[in-house]
């Protein structure tokens, strides 16, 4: 069965410093990768995917996510933190037989300092 | 585009009625949606996986009976939680997957912003 990790539960930053966000997968073959934020009370939206090709996917908002099949990772990074990014963020595999169903990692809470 | 309307997003009622959640894709058609189900502080559980014009797939431990769905159309579902009780209290999202177009396109999820159940 699949399965996320997320290690860290919360992150704290300050604005303008660099940010990576860590997931681990756990899948039979290559994954479909996704990285969600959700904003409190809020649904989620997808940041950035990996399906195939090139491993270091650029996302919205400049975030960006690097596939390492070696490492069995997927995390997420963000050279200049804003203010606005504090959220929670759910790194998600995807099972690529055709159901397409989302396993979620447990999220890590960001928090910025200003 | 790839927007999904979920309604209500809040919603109080007393124990014993039923809720119905819509979930609406508003600029693609989804032959598949999905429900999830969210705990204060915790990850998504998927409950669901619906199809349009046949039943709905259940996940192992979620009861058919308690949680309804309905895909009607390309465009929607909805989830209506029976004779809801306190514990039925929770976040509950929806999602979408593209039919067809552009190369992957139909491997991703678009989401709804979430209902917020409160049974009383």
């Known amino acids: 069965a699949q399965s996320v990790t997320q290690p860290d539960i919360h992150i704290t930053v300050s604005e303008g410093a660099s940010l990576e966000l860590r997931c681990n997968y756990s899948?039979?073959?290559?994954?479909?990768l996704f990285w969600y934020v959700q904003s409190p009370g809020q649904g989620l939206q997808l940041l950035l995917k990996?399906?195939?090709?090139?491993?270091l996917v650029q996302g919205i908002k400049g975030f960006e996510a690097e596939f390492k099949r070696s490492q069995s990772s997927f995390n997420l990074r963000k050279p200049s933190v804003h203010w606005s990014d504090a959220a929670e963020y759910f790194c998600?595999?995807?099972?690529?037989?055709?159901?397409?169903?989302?396993?979620f990692g447990t999220g890590t809470q960001l928090k910025v300092e200003l | 585009g790839a927007v999904v309307s979920q309604h209500p997003s809040r919603v109080i009622c007393k124990s014993g009625t039923s809720v119905k959640i819509e979930c609406r894709s508003l600029?693609?058609?989804?032959?598949?949606m999905f429900w999830y189900r969210q705990f204060p502080k915790q990850s998504l559980m998927l409950m669901a996986t619906?199809?349009?014009?046949?039943?709905?797939?259940?996940e192992q431990g979620v009861e058919k009976d308690k949680f309804l769905i309905n895909h009607a159309s390309l465009t929607l579902s909805t989830l209506t939680v029976t004779s809801a009780h306190p514990e039925d209290s929770s976040f509950y999202i929806c999602?979408?997957?593209?039919?067809?177009?552009?190369?992957?396109?139909?491997?991703?999820?678009?989401f709804g912003a979430g209902t917020r159940l409160s049974v009383l």
């Open positions: 999602s979408a997957r593209q039919l067809a177009g552009t190369r992957g396109a139909k491997n991703i999820q678009y």
């Open positions: 899948y039979g073959a290559t994954p479909y």
């Open positions: 990996y399906f195939s090709g090139d491993t």
């Open positions: 998600a595999v995807g099972d690529t037989g055709g159901g397409n169903k989302l396993t």
């Open positions: 600029d693609f058609q989804a032959t598949t």
């Open positions: 619906s199809n349009e014009g046949s039943k709905a797939t259940y």
